[in-house]
């Protein structure tokens, strides 16, 4: 298996425009999981899906952060619009059932630079 | 939050020392995951212990677990230019399911 896949790797775009995050997870997991990285708030769960429903995405910091899993193979993180705050990098994880006992498998992430 | 927060922020140390880095939480865990990410990539599992265990040891790797301190360390001995990188610890969220969540990390810089 490839692991989990994230696109694009590097996105630039400047303030107000929609920003649209991919990933794919490993076949066979239960669990996706977004989270956002900075070096003033650390590693942020934003939202994860279970059997591709939403559980819980108290984690999305307001309403211009959208999330969908429209299938066990896709996921997308949508930012509209757009703020230079929301520049970080976004990581994708998953991982099998029974989250207590498993470990979760974290892309590449998605470096976002709003200007 | 229930993150797991790590301590201390920072460690600079030579190659062939050893490198401790801890790990404290709030409330009461299944299980506690140390993890690793590299420069511009995302974080690799290192290694689970649970709450019934003190001691777990991968390779050169030690991690101890002290449920009644609500912490726990990780030991690399011996460590190398490649362990390079920042540590994570995870954690269980409050409120039933285990969700991990991560502390902001120990950034361990091993000099050659």
């Known amino acids: 298996d490839a692991g989990v896949i994230q696109s694009p790797r590097h996105e630039v775009t400047e303030m107000g425009q929609e920003v649209t995050l991919r990933c794919k997870p490993i076949?066979?997991?239960?669990?996706l999981f977004w989270y956002r990285q900075t070096m003033m708030r650390g590693l942020e769960l934003l939202i994860y899906f279970n059997n591709n429903v939403p559980i819980d995405d108290s984690g999305m910091p307001e309403d211009r952060f959208s999330a969908k899993m429209p299938n066990a193979s896709f996921s997308t993180l949508k930012i509209q619009p757009s703020e230079p705050r929301d520049s970080a990098v976004y990581f994708c994880?998953?991982?099998?059932?029974?989250?207590?006992?498993?470990?979760?498998?974290f892309g590449p992430g998605t470096r976002l630079t709003v200007l | 939050s229930q993150q797991g927060e790590e301590d201390p922020q920072a460690l600079s140390i030579q190659e062939g020392e050893n490198a401790t880095m801890n790990c404290s939480y709030k409330t009461s865990i299944n299980n506690l995951q140390w993890y690793r990410q590299n420069s511009g990539r995302g974080l690799v599992h290192l290694i689970l212990i649970r709450s019934n265990e003190r001691e777990k040891h991968s390779g050169r790797l030690r991690v101890t677990l002290d449920t009644s301190k609500k912490s726990s360390s990780l030991l690399i001995t011996a460590s190398r230019a490649a362990d390079t990188a920042s540590y994570f610890c995870a954690t269980g969220r409050s409120g039933g399911s285990y969700i991990p969540t991560f502390g902001r990390g120990t950034s361990l810089i091993v000099h050659p």
């Open positions: 994880a998953s991982t099998l059932s029974d989250l207590s006992y498993n470990e979760q498998f």
């Open positions: 076949s066979g997991h239960d669990y």
